[in-house]
């Protein structure tokens, strides 16, 4: 695969992040955040209070990328769709709690087999031919077509106008002397669930030995009887299903447009690939530390500016160690 | 080469170097293409109303675009996904200097193509110096054309989120670019810088520089073994690629009188930039044209079905997005069905 053969090549292995990426990686997280409150000249409350949310938004980012992970890291497809998708598992939801009524968190339940099956069928039909010849351009150009595609079927169908779903638990709480909302940290918490779910699986089961084994090499797998067919659909489905739930449990707090989940696509780009192809924990470690540079950094450049940090973060990781934190080198 | 020597007899029977059938007539029968092709388009704007000629004129935008895009991408292997960074620093240096400084947009297409050309190769070196390749070095430029954005967003002299608008002047000047409204001039001058950017591909695909970015594209272990300087090569085409973009960028400025950070940086750009090209056939001197022609009047053309729709599409009428619906489904089955592109599809079945 094209995107394993670039790890850890030539001069890119000069970065030392050594065995324990999680320590290294909070430690300098702890760090920064002493800085900023020790020398950084801003009120302590306001510090504490992006710190906040800047992890429970980094849960919703780590949410988005753990699909992404596996698809990016098992099949080695770019998957520009991927914040269509969200999107899309969204108005799922959406169409499900106006229309039927269903509690919100019920219908995310339902959206995540929908998902799943859309995911297996855009694999099955779309990518499979183009994957198995080993372009990197196909897949990447399919995927757009498909997020441009599920966007404006998406307008159609709904039109522009924002929709926004109601949830069972309003309001917000405070938390270490900051304001959290309750359906930030429910979305927080089904990160969590699903970073550890998918990481049972990819260990402990046989298909996640699959996984696994075809991520490694795929020829190698389909030599010793791995149907690779079979473990790339269920793959794309499972990125597919994470994205579903990451939709569902955002839907209470975000405004629906056709066009939501786009900036998603990128950001989780740089969040999977900081954390390291198809690592689920480098995922979530990553989204918490992208939104915390996101909402610290916004204290220091107001409004858009702090992605600049986002993206600037994105290319010195590519740049010094494109396996990311927990890649295999 | 020992069969030759051995039995010299044979080697009269031979084709002589100066015979005809051996002369590489490639490069004179695409110019003779695009001579044809320019003086047939060049009488479009008779035919063409206002509405159509402003639409042939954004197709036109879009051919430029990709066949910038198609020089670095398709020659020279190195898949873009941040071309709107180059589109980009076209418009907006463009803008800059106009509303600014008063500076002729005819001036400013050299100085954004030299600009561009060098932040593309700095930018492109830094990828290839960390080995970056394939998806990575796609998501790379991304990244890159997603900070210009942001950078363009965040910055006072730029005008932030505000864009430039271009002064509209009184009278007619050649050396503002400015004519009256529906003038042709405007359909013949980026009709010229095509014809410019098309005639750079022929020259540049058959030079050597051209040639030796091709062998880096299809073996660069086999390419640098032969003493190919691969880096060189590839910068080249990087350069040439971003520079003609940036003309594009330039020119969108004149004629819109306005340019804002998505306009000019905005992701759909980089996107408008390849799928032409994709359409009509990566790594080929019309394909980027033809796909342009393909894709540049289908939402004109959509739109018009849409207005008075035959009975089986009326649920359709008044609904949004159908245009870019259409466009995206045509490209996941050009990808899938016809890898090669139109143009490179059609090419193959004549030859064989």
Request: charged share 10%; glycine share 12%; hydrophobic share 55%.
């Amino acid at each position: 695969m094209t995107s394993t053969t670039t790890q850890g090549e030539g001069p890119t292995r000069f970065v030392r992040v050594g065995r324990h990426p999680t320590t290294v990686v909070s430690v300098t997280v702890v760090l920064l955040l002493a800085a900023v409150f020790a020398v950084g000249g801003k009120d302590n409350g306001l510090v504490t209070q992006s710190i906040v949310t800047g992890l429970l938004l980094g849960g919703v980012y780590a949410l988005v990328s753990i699909g992404l992970t596996l698809i990016f890291g098992v099949l080695g497809v770019v998957n520009f769709a991927q914040g269509s998708m969200l999107t899309m598992s969204m108005y799922v939801v959406y169409a499900l709690v106006s229309g039927p009524g269903l509690p919100v968190y019920l219908a995310t339940l339902l959206a995540i087999p929908v998902m799943f099956a859309f995911g297996m069928f855009v694999q099955h039909f779309l990518l499979n031919r183009l994957t198995s010849t080993g372009s990197h351009e196909g897949p990447l150009l399919v995927t757009l077509g498909l997020q441009l595609l599920i966007a404006n079927v998406l307008l159609m169908i709904f039109s522009g106008r924002p929709k926004s779903v109601g949830t069972p638990f309003d309001g917000s709480f405070e938390m270490l002397g900051a304001i959290a909302s309750y359906s930030r940290v429910i979305a927080f918490a089904g990160a969590v669930l699903v970073g550890i779910a998918l990481t049972l699986v990819l260990r402990r089961t046989s298909l996640g030995l699959s996984i696994r084994a075809v991520a490694a090499n795929a020829q190698g797998a389909a030599l010793v009887g791995v149907n690779v067919r079979r473990v790339y659909a269920l793959t794309f489905g499972i990125g597919a299903a994470s994205v579903a739930v990451a939709g569902g449990l955002m839907t209470p707090f975000t405004s629906l447009t056709p066009s939501v989940g786009e900036q998603f696509t990128i950001l989780a780009f740089v969040i999977v690939v900081l954390g390291g192809l198809g690592s689920v924990l480098g995922a979530t470690i990553g989204g918490l530390v992208i939104g915390l540079v996101q909402t610290v950094g916004a204290l220091y450049l107001p409004g858009t500016g702090s992605l600049i940090l986002v993206f600037a973060v994105f290319v010195m990781v590519l740049f010094l160690r494109p396996q990311g934190l927990y890649g295999a080198k | 080469m020992t069969d030759t020597t051995a039995r010299p007899a044979a080697a009269h029977e031979l084709p002589a170097a100066d015979d005809p059938r051996l002369k590489d007539t490639w490069a004179r029968r695409q110019l003779l293409v695009l001579v044809a092709g320019v003086a047939v388009l060049s009488t479009l704007p008779l035919f063409l109303g206002e509405q159509a000629q402003s639409v042939a004129i954004r197709t036109l935008i879009f051919a430029i675009m990709a066949v910038g895009w198609n020089l670095m991408s398709g020659f020279g292997g190195m898949f873009s996904f941040g071309h709107a960074a180059f589109f980009g620093i076209g418009a907006y240096t463009g803008a800059y200097l106009l509303v600014d400084h008063g500076i002729s947009p005819w001036i400013s297409m050299v100085v954004a193509a030299v600009l561009s050309a060098a932040v593309g190769v700095a930018i492109a070196y830094l990828c290839l110096r960390y080995k970056l390749a394939g998806s990575y070095f796609a998501l790379a430029t991304f990244a890159f054309a997603q900070m210009f954005l942001l950078i363009v967003q965040n910055v006072d002299a730029l005008h932030k989120t505000e864009g430039f608008n271009v002064e509209i002047l009184p009278s007619d000047s050649w050396s503002m670019l400015q004519f009256q409204q529906g003038d042709p001039l405007y359909f013949w001058i980026p009709l010229a810088i095509l014809a410019a950017a098309v005639l750079v591909s022929i020259l540049y695909v058959r030079s050597r520089a051209g040639q030796y970015a091709q062998a880096v594209r299809d073996d660069e272990v086999a390419a640098s073994s032969l003493g190919i300087n691969t880096m060189r090569a590839r910068l080249i085409a990087v350069a040439l690629s971003c520079g003609v973009t940036a003309v594009a960028g330039v020119y969108y400025t004149q004629y819109y009188f306005f340019v804002g950070p998505e306009q000019a940086f905005g992701s759909a750009v980089s996107v408008e930039a390849i799928v032409p090209a994709v359409i009509g056939g990566i790594g080929t001197i019309w394909g980027p044209v033809i796909g342009a022609m393909v894709v540049g009047p289908l939402s004109e053309l959509v739109a018009t079905v849409l207005r008075n729709p035959p009975g089986f599409l009326s649920f359709l009428q008044g609904t949004s997005g159908l245009d870019v619906a259409v466009y995206a489904t045509l490209l996941i089955v050009i990808v899938i069905v016809m890898p090669k592109g139109i143009f490179g599809t059609i090419r193959d079945r004549w030859r064989s």
